[in-house]
């Protein structure tokens, strides 16, 4: 994570501490994951306020990523669309239309 604050960041794998990433259902050795790949924009939070403890609490859409289908004309489908690996030229999805 590249905090904006960071002025002397290297903006690579050593600028940072490694982030916990908050989850949906977390488990012993069950649950659900997702980490965000490189280049999202995450939303990070501080444990007790305490700057030496972030946590990625989720990950943001903008300029640059935009959602897998325009908005509002498909503000009825819920999904979850991940995208191949580099060089995976592909995708998989899981949708439910609730029009």
């Given at each position: 994570?590249?905090?904006?604050?960071?002025?002397?960041?290297?903006?690579?794998?050593?600028?940072?501490?490694?982030?916990?990433?908050?989850?949906?259902?977390?488990?012993?050795?069950?649950?659900?994951?997702?980490?965000?790949?490189?280049?999202?924009?995450?939303?990070?939070?501080?444990?007790?306020?305490?700057?030496?403890?972030?946590?990625?609490?989720?990950?943001?859409y903008h300029g640059v990523h935009q959602p897998p289908y325009e908005l509002p004309?498909?503000?009825?489908?819920?999904?979850?669309?991940t995208d191949s690996s580099p060089g995976g030229g592909g995708y998989n999805e899981?949708?439910?239309?609730?029009?």
């Open positions: 994570v590249q905090f904006h604050w960071d002025r002397e960041g290297q903006a690579d794998e050593h600028t940072s501490c490694w982030l916990r990433v908050a989850s949906s259902w977390a488990g012993n050795a069950y649950g659900a994951i997702a980490i965000p790949r490189i280049g999202m924009e995450v939303l990070v939070t501080f444990l007790e306020g305490d700057p030496d403890q972030p946590l990625v609490t989720g990950c943001l004309a498909n503000k009825t489908r819920t999904l979850l669309k899981l949708r439910i239309e609730d029009r």
